[in-house]
């Protein structure tokens, strides 16, 4: 009788026993450089590479590495 009821307690182990996921980890913490107002982004991020960042004559505006500024400088 013993083996027939740890039969299903096995089961349940192995069924919710799958492997941990880390949750996702939060992206770069935006600092502004000493002196500087942090502005928070006013739209979403226009797709994957961008950072919101500082210029130092135009301001706060999304930047990829290899593509630039987003929007220019208008």
Request: charged residues 5%; glycine residues 14%.
């Amino acid at each position: 009788m013993k083996f027939i009821t740890l039969i299903p307690a096995t089961v349940v182990a192995f069924a919710l026993g799958g492997c941990v996921v880390a949750p996702p980890v939060a992206g770069p913490v935006y600092t502004a450089p000493p002196g500087v107002v942090y502005v928070a982004p006013t739209y979403a991020i226009p797709g994957p590479g961008y950072a919101w960042a500082y210029h130092p004559h135009y301001g706060w505006g999304w930047h990829h590495p290899q593509y630039g500024w987003h929007r220019g400088w208008r």
